[in-house]
């Protein structure tokens, strides 16, 4: 599954990262780890099949005490900021983006839906060491991205549950606590109903790409430049390739401005409630 648009080759998107400067920013530059071994059978046997990969521990997080949160942004005073990429129908945007990470060693956060499987399935294999690292968290952003405002318990718990599952099969983690209700709508029962099921911290943005459709270069990065700021949770989509090239530029801003990109865990780990009234935009 390709995604529309000109589809720009491997060779020229590597050499549009920027990874000197990206080294530079994040402090070290990404590398996959070694294979495993697969095991054979004695001499003369046929070759054993692999072992079926281990389940990554991920530390508990426990449920908040003051019920569930809607999380908008970080500490301003702080240099850190969160990326995090929704959706991923666009398959070469997925394995651009794969590319972008496991070279580099920026940390990012996906918010992937399972319909989308099939894009995302090719770069599993490079993603899930690296969430295993830290580098990368995964959240539910639900399996279908169907709006969900006024749903009842049974659909929200299909929707979530099932991507949890996809989540912990494809990438050998879970998304809980985090989640990001479709199209950043959600009402005081939805978030009740996904606390239920282990989903208390519900997280927005303050800043975005604007490129849950197609744009311009110039129009994401004019949109960027707004977006990257001390604690910002900045939201971008696997879903076009305009930011196939813009990579290196996107990364030279977020150093020209000291900012420390990190994933969600990171930038929120003990920040607290930041609720307003009312739902989502």
Sequence with gaps: MNCPGPHLPRRRLLGLLGLGAVAALTGFAGGSGANAAVPTAEAGGPAAPPPPPAPIPVPPEAPLAGGPVVLREGPTTTNRIALTIDDGYCADCVAGYTDFVARTGINLTFSPNGIYGPAWAPSAPTLAPLVERGQLQIINHTYTHQGLEGAG??????????????IEATFRTTARPWWRPPYGRYDESLEQHAAELGYDRLVMW??????????????????????FKPGGIVLGHANHPTVLGLFGPLVEMLQQRGLR?????????????LREPGPGG
């Excluded at 049974?154 to 929707?159: L, N, Q, Y």
Aim: glycine share 6%; hydrophobic share 40%.
């Design 206 to 227: 303050n800043g975005s790409y604007a490129d849950s459709q197609l744009i311009t270069p110039e129009f994401l990065l004019a949109q960027a430049s707004m977006a």
């Design 153 to 166: 318990s049974s659909t929200v718990r299909e929707e979530l549950e099932r991507n949890e599952a996809w």
């Design 261 to 273: 990109p990190v994933t969600l865990r990171a930038l929120l780990d003990g920040h607290g409630r």
